[in-house]
Structure formats: structure tokens, C-alpha cells
């Protein structure tokens, strides 16, 4: 009955699958887990849900839909601002526990993805709805003339498996001197690779 | 004892839990589910490995030394030929079962890292033994004049992460075509700002 849930129980719910991701990972989470992360019952989460995995996919349906907002809330609409934070966004901060226990709960649903029709599905779209949220800037760039005319959709592909490739080393393992040079290296490669000659990286990235 | 499991033994093993693995991941491992993939009983593997995490250490080891095995291999004495083989090794095929598997099964045990330090401890020696075999080649490309000045321990590490991001939206999501021109891209890069001026990819990647 997931459709019906109404938004304040999903927002408890979906913090608590979280918390308790980040805690326990999926592999040994159960709804006991869950609710031990929310002021609220077992059976709480058994009114609205009616398995484990029907709350994993609450929290990847909000997981999807959080990166969404924060790509299209970067506050520019300059395509060479835009593209950089939404880069930095996808890395992800180390740092902040939210970002750590959300890329690598994510990064265990990928590994289940073959095994899991409803997990294959959303992370398919999701990571198709960034490729293309990140394909749609680097067009706006090229048409502007701050950008090379380089592949929208492959540029994009690509900058997204580099995102993608350091939530092992750096957010699972903590390799943080690894976080700092691949983020370095990134940067380097908007700088020159995609953006104009005479076009400069944005102040906070140079 | 698995210090002690004799090499025929350890291989019989290792092979059954890549296998089931593949078949089940790492959260629904069981040692009967290992056993079933293989002609010995259930006891058999109790006998050598006292736990199913046990079993999965011993083919997170073998999985270490196949990948650096193979890096090893690299039948060039050339470093712009050792560094495009390198990263085609590490991106993998996915038509390629025992990759796919492999790969995938990594990155599960990638997500269980901040729970168990068994893997943790593996998988940071692993990440850090590829990126000191690519900085290395990076390096003597350097010093025969074949690449650029670049960073070497920052350009392996970013190309790590590339090659790792593949992981999920090709192996275990089946977007073949992000993998292709992600492919297209990382060699690109290699040739545009890894390798000096006048210098070709080899003939196989151009």
C-alpha cells in the first residue's frame, strides 16, 4: 500500500531505513531495525509497508528523488556552474554522514540490482535521469559557446562513473587522499577537456 | 585454518564461492548454497573454512591476486600499451560471466566494508595495490617521454574510479551502452592528456 502512504509516515519512515542502512547496511537489516531508528512501533512500519524490501524501495524512490532536487536546485544558470557543482554534488562530502550512508546504501542496492527486478529498475532510471540531467547542461554549454563541442551523452556517462567509481575507495573504505585527487583530477578534466579555450572553472573550483 | 587449506583445495573453494556468489550475492550467501556449486559435500568447506565470511575471504584474496596476476601480465614492455591494457582489464567485459560476477560481487563486499573489517582491511590493500601498479606505469611512461608530466599516484587514482563507477550502471545494471561510451571517453582521456604530443594510442585502441 506504499502508494497511499502519507507524506509525514514516508518522511519517519524513509529517515529511519536510512539510519538504519547506514548502520546495519541492507544485508542485515529487518523492519525491527528500522523502527528501532524511529520513535514509532514495528508495527508502525508493518501498517505501511509490508515487507523489508517495500521499505528499500521507499528509501531508494526518496534517494533518487533527493539527488533529483539538489541537481536541479543548483542555484545558476550559468552551464559552466552548473556542471561543476553538479559534479561536486555527485562525489559526494565524505565528511557528511548523510552522503556517506546514502552513496554506499546505494552502492549495496547495485550490487543486488541483478538479483532484484524492482532495485534494477529504479537505480536504472536513476542513473539514466542523471545522465541526462548532466547531458542537458553540457548541451546548454556547448550552445552558449562556454563549452567544446563535445559528446552531451557520453561526457555525461562519463563524469557520472568517475562520481560513481569513488564511493567505494573513498565513502565504503574512507580513502580519503583518493577523494582528493580524483576530485582535483575531475575539475582538471571540466577545465581542459570540456569547457572553451578562455573559459575559466568557476571561483570555488580553480 | 585457512592458512593451512591446501592449493587444490582453496581452488575447488574459491570457485564455488564465485559461482555462487554470482548467483546469489553476498547477503543471501549460505555455505550450502557455496556447496551446491560444486561436486564436494557441505563438510568439505566447514572442514577448510570455519564461517560462510571466512569462505568469502578467501575469494576476496583470490579475487586481489587474479586482478593484480593480470596486471602483472600485461604482455608489453611499452607504457602506453601497459596503460590502455591496464584499464581495459580494470573496466572488464561485460559479456564476460566470470567479470560481471566478479566485479559485482566486489562491489557488495565494497558496501559491507564499514561493518566488517575483514573486508575493510582487504579491500584497502587491493584499491591501493592498483593504484601504485597504474602510478607505476604512469611513471615510466613519464620517464621514456611517452606521456605527459601528469601526477602520476592522481591520474591512477582517477582512473581507478572510472573504471570502478562501471561496476554498477554496466555490470550490474546491464547499460551497456554507458559502458561503451565511457570506454570511448577514458581512452580519449588517456590520449589527450596522458600521452605527449605526437605520441598514438596502440593500434587496438585508436
Sequence with gaps: MSDAVPDVARAEIVGAVRRA?????????????????????EAFFFYHYDT???????????????SAERLAAIDSDDPVTRLFVACDVLVGDYEDEDDRGINVAMMELLSHAPHDEAFHD????????????????????????????????????????????????VMALGMTDVGEKVRERLFDYLTSTVLADGVSPPAAFA
Design 21 to 41: 542502512l547506514a548502520k546495519h547496511g541492507y544485508a542485515r537489516l529487518t523492519t525491527k531495525k528500522v523502527a528501532a531508528e524511529s520513535e514509532k512501533s
Design 52 to 66: 523489508k524490501d517495500d521499505l528499500v524501495v521507499a528509501f531508494l524512490d526518496w534517494a533518487t528523488e533527493r
Design 122 to 169: 529504479r537505480l536504472s532510471a536513476y542513473k539514466r535521469s542523471v545522465i541526462d540531467e548532466l547531458a542537458a547542461i553540457v548541451s546548454l554549454g556547448i550552445e552558449s559557446g562556454a563549452f567544446r563541442d563535445v559528446d552531451p551523452e557520453a561526457t555525461a556517462a562519463y563524469l557520472l562513473m568517475t562520481a560513481d567509481g569513488t564511493t567505494g575507495a
